[in-house]
């Protein structure tokens, strides 16, 4: 079976006036705009989790104005999940020290919140849900539906009970219909129905390619005394080479709890490379790891971000259908924030469809925004890396005295075509040591995960050609997939007649979704497995 591939047999169908896939800020931000604005709109919101907020993963501090006035009681109702932002630091790492920098303005957290996205999705579920929506968890959209004129009409749910064979087993259920006059897709970074629609109707045409970045992130318990309520840190620098983009955060929670996690950008040229033994490189550095000594570690996961900015976003409209969050493409990189971003155009969305009955006309009415202007004024920051941390750096800078008034757009390159061939690069010593701290590997790291698939079913991650992983990536680049995926998902194995096969372990993914940006050829494809199944990122 492939993604586009449905068993032909009887569906129930449901109507409603709204569909909204993605359970996430921006999802259910619109969803609870359309119901304050219009009480009588029939509204159904998809997640693919087994339980909303189980599959979000992000830092994460948040800009708390789009949230304050979409629920204004919130600080108060969500108090348990918040911890104020306290001071901020910015260092750079060499291999042995520790040199602190001005924080740059865009990292100023003055006012802004550290909080548990799962926890605070939870939050907003139960609020849709209250205003009158039908919140269904564990339910994942395998495909958009349209009508005879090509307009989207609702999305089709993913058959439960197929078997390896990719056919119908013992507990065979075929996935619903749910149609609806707009869809509103809200599925995050990489979504895999948005990915769909957005080529079919060419929304990427005339745009800079989109980026992305792989973040990592560990909640830690620290023993007692030694987190610091609201401290917010950054890095750049070591365990990552001058010519990679990358960086850490810390963020200090109440009770001695910490998150901590590295993010690498996708656009890194060298196969060798390895983003999950730089994070855990990162974690034993001499100045880091007396934080973490004695201490245990609760949870870990990792998700792609979107990272192409003002310059990549797709069209966000199309004939039945809405792009919103970071589905189009609106996080804000050198705040590292989106959640703000994506319950403002999310609520736009929802305003705009009760002020206008369609999707004709949203995409102009975002540009027009102060989100869109938000975009807009740090678009050149993140391409400027592309040339290195140093250059990147002073561009952050020119373009921050300039409020980003430059006379240019610098442009994204596509991260699959960023890699080079084995023959091309040699891979820098990157001065890695022996690591004490847990996880010591990826196997270990993806427990930590909670993970829960079911072992039966077709593999959700489809390669087009496996003859290619044997052969030219092997030889080209050294099969890259086992490097840059973050579970030990892809496995280069003896096939039994003295050459190598690819082993798809695909109940260890985490969902990221790296493979399917990342990989050089462009053939592997993520799909969603069973609803339900994947990591529970609830804590994160």
Not at 329 to 336: A, R
Not at 431 to 456: C, Q, T
């Amino acid at each position: 079976m492939t993604e586009s591939t449905t068993i032909e047999v009887e569906r129930d169908v449901m109507e409603y006036d709204v569909v909204v896939v993605g359970a996430g800020p921006a999802g259910l931000g619109c969803a609870i705009r359309l119901k304050q604005l219009k009480p009588d709109l029939n509204i159904c919101v998809l997640e693919k989790g087994a339980t909303v907020g189980a599959h979000m993963l992000s830092g994460a501090v948040i800009e708390p104005g789009p949230l304050d006035t979409l629920l204004p009681d919130w600080r108060e109702e969500a108090k348990g999940i918040r911890v104020p932002a306290g001071r901020d630091e910015f260092s750079l790492l060499t291999a042995s020290r520790r040199l602190r920098l001005p924080t740059p303005p865009q990292m100023n957290n003055h006012g802004n919140f550290i909080v548990s996205l799962g926890n605070l999705v939870a939050y907003l579920g139960g609020k849709a849900e209250a205003l009158g929506c039908d919140v269904f968890a564990g339910f994942a959209a395998a495909a958009p539906l349209f009508d005879s004129d090509g307009a989207v009409t609702g999305v089709r749910i993913g058959d439960m009970g197929i078997d390896k064979d990719g056919q119908p087993g013992p507990n065979f259920a075929p996935g619903p219909e749910i149609r609806a006059k707009t869809t509103i897709m809200a599925e995050g970074c990489r979504g895999s129905v948005s990915k769909i629609l957005i080529r079919r109707f060419g929304l990427d045409k005339g745009k800079s390619p989109q980026t992305y970045g792989l973040g990592f992130k560990e909640l830690w318990q620290l023993p007692p005394g030694r987190a610091e309520p609201g401290l917010i840190q950054h890095t750049v620098g070591w365990p990552m080479d001058t010519a990679t983009y990358g960086g850490s955060f810390m963020y200090h929670l109440d009770q001695d709890r910490l998150y901590v996690g590295f993010v690498v950008g996708l656009d890194y040229a060298d196969p060798r490379f390895k983003p999950f033994e730089a994070f855990q490189q990162f974690k034993n550095h001499p100045s880091l790891k007396p934080l973490f000594d004695g201490g245990e570690i609760l949870a870990y996961g990792a998700r792609t971000i979107v990272e192409g900015g003002w310059q990549s976003m797709p069209t966000l409209e199309m004939p039945g259908a809405i792009l919103v969050g970071d589905a189009g493409g609106t996080l804000n990189v050198p705040k590292i924030k989106g959640v703000h971003q994506a319950i403002r155009s999310a609520v736009l969305a929802a305003e705009h469809l009760v002020e206008t009955g369609g999707a004709a006309g949203f995409d102009a009415r975002w540009r027009a925004s102060p989100g869109s202007a938000e975009l807009r004024k740090v678009r050149n920051i993140r391409p400027g890396f592309r040339r290195g941390m140093w250059a990147g750096m002073a561009n952050g800078a020119l373009e921050t005295i300039t409020a980003g008034h430059s006379p240019w757009t610098l442009q994204n390159h596509a991260d699959h075509s960023a890699l080079k061939r084995l023959d091309e690069m040699a891979s820098p010593d990157r001065g890695w040591i022996d690591r004490e701290l847990k996880p010591r590997d990826r196997v270990s790291a993806v427990y930590f995960a909670g993970n829960a698939h079911e072992e039966s079913q077709p593999a959700h991650l489809k390669v087009a050609d496996l003859s290619i992983c044997a052969t030219r990536c092997a030889q080209e680049y050294g099969n890259p997939c086992q490097h840059f995926c973050p579970a030990d998902v892809y496995e280069m194995v003896d096939d039994g007649a003295g050459g190598k096969k690819l082993q798809i372990n695909a109940a260890n993914c985490v969902h990221c979704k790296a493979c399917d940006i990342k990989d050089p050829y462009e053939i592997i494809t993520w799909t969603t497995p069973e609803g339900g199944s994947g990591p529970n990122y609830e804590s994160m």
